[in-house]
């Protein structure tokens, strides 16, 4: 369990979408700061003093290096920051996949590594913002690096767990941000989105499910996996 007052936050990807939103609600449940993280530190706009442009490119090594001495005195990451393609797993361009791996995956697993001991000497928490897709692979190579991070976030569970971080995994569907602005599906509002998860990291929560097809989509991991591709696409039947 995780008391939001006075915590330090690093937030990435937090100059749009659900990152701003998770820098609106923190500052209103009363963070001490938020280190507002981004590639181009200039399209964060503080208008709150707590708020802390930060130069960050989850993709590139010596940019997170460069974050983690400027920003010592983390102790709640939010690992918000990502991007969405969706190509073909089979296409013989594997630019696409490696694109999101390296954003979507290997991105988030070196920043929890860069701040991990920062973050247990204050006893703090990892968020992971994951995806529905991570356990139904219709985004292609965006799914395929989501499920990593599904799995990196398990295995940052067990292994920070003794030292005292909460780490807490992320899922919904489609959420109304730039990233989705081609997709004609409902959405949900970054707002709910985003106070789900605060709400689940103070009360102690492991994993948030955000929305209805999180559920659904979890509630049938269980089932072979004919069956679970047929509930949602009665063509794989």
Known sequence: MTTLTHQTVLVTGANRGIG???????????VAKVYAAARDPRSID??????????LDVADEESIARAA????DVSILVNNAGV????????????????EMEVNFFGPVAVAAAFADRVAE????????????????????YSASKAALWSATDSLRLELAPRGVQVLGVHM???DTDMTSGVEAPKAAPSDIVRQVLDGLESGAQEVLADDTARQVRSGLHLPVGER???FLPQAR
């Open 46 to 55: 503080p208008t709150d003093p707590r708020v802390v442009p930060l130069e």
């Open 229 to 231: 591709y047929a509930a």
């Open 173 to 175: 569907g489609y959420v």
């Open 84 to 99: 969405s393609l969706a190509a073909p797993i089979h296409s013989t361009d594997p630019a696409s996949l490696r694109q």
């Open 122 to 141: 204050r006893s703090g928490a990892v968020i992971n913002v994951a995806s529905a897709l991570s356990w139904f692979a219709l985004g292609g190579t």
């Open 20 to 30: 701003a939103e998770f820098v609106a609600q923190l500052l209103e449940r009363g």
């Open 69 to 72: 001495e400027a920003a010592a």
